[in-house]
Structures are given as C-alpha cells and as structure tokens.
C-alpha cells in the first residue's frame, strides 16, 4: 500500500500548483483521503480531505476558496488545486489516508501516507 505525492515547486505570490496523490495497493474511493501541510517548525495540520464513497470535501479556514480537493476514480489518484497561493503556504505537503468515517483533522486518524512534496510560494 502507497501513496506517492507529486507537484510542489517554487511558484509566486499568487499562482497556482496543482499536487497530485497517486494510490497504489489500494482502491482510494475505498478511503478518505486528505491533505495536511507541515511548515518548517510546526505541526502537521490539516488542508483538506475527501470522503470515501460520498465524496464530501471539507477545509481549513485558510484556504477555502484557495484550495480545490478532487478525486480521479480511475486514476487512482486525489488532487489538490491551490490558486492565490500566498507565501504562509509554503510547507511540505502530505495526502494521507484512513477508513475512518467522515475526515479526521488529526494526523494519529490517517494510516497511511505519501512521502511529501514541498511547496514554496516567494512574494
């Protein structure tokens, strides 16, 4: 079972990046799957998630309306589009995944999770 996240870069105050979660292993519609973002220095936090199946979306206050969580079935893959990045989401970002119902905002609910895939934004 694995998680390969793909995407990050360097990119300006104000662009865009769109981050990739490929799964392997394992059916990711099966899961919820979600995104969390670690800046240097601090905790792990939740971005947003997807739930299995229903595939309700839900968000941090600091990127909704930023920040886009899709899920490609047959690709076996989730996505995150960020739009107006601002240089306080620069972090390495992480998907994560979990049969927990709903979408855990806590890191300990995930079982398993990608490798991380820096992002920095420049003002």
């Known amino acids: 079972v694995q998680l390969q996240a793909s995407g990050g870069g360097l990119v300006q105050a104000g662009g865009s990046l769109k981050l990739s979660c490929k799964a392997s292993?394992?059916?990711?519609?099966?899961?919820?799957v979600s995104w969390f973002g670690q800046a240097p220095g601090k905790e792990r936090e939740f971005v947003a998630g997807?739930?299995?199946?229903?595939?309700?979306?839900e968000y941090s206050d600091s990127v909704k309306g930023r920040f886009t969580i899709s899920r490609d079935n047959a690709k076996n893959t989730v996505y995150l589009q960020m739009s107006s990045l601002k240089p306080e989401d620069t972090a390495v970002y992480y998907c994560?995944?979990?049969?927990?119902?709903?979408?855990?905002?806590?890191?300990?609910?995930?079982?398993?999770w990608g490798q991380g895939t820096l992002v920095t934004v420049s003002s």
């Open positions: 292993g394992f059916i990711s519609s099966s899961y919820a």
């Open positions: 994560a995944a979990t049969t927990v119902i709903g979408v855990p905002k806590q890191p300990t609910s995930y079982y398993y």
């Open positions: 997807m739930r299995r199946s229903a595939g309700r979306t």
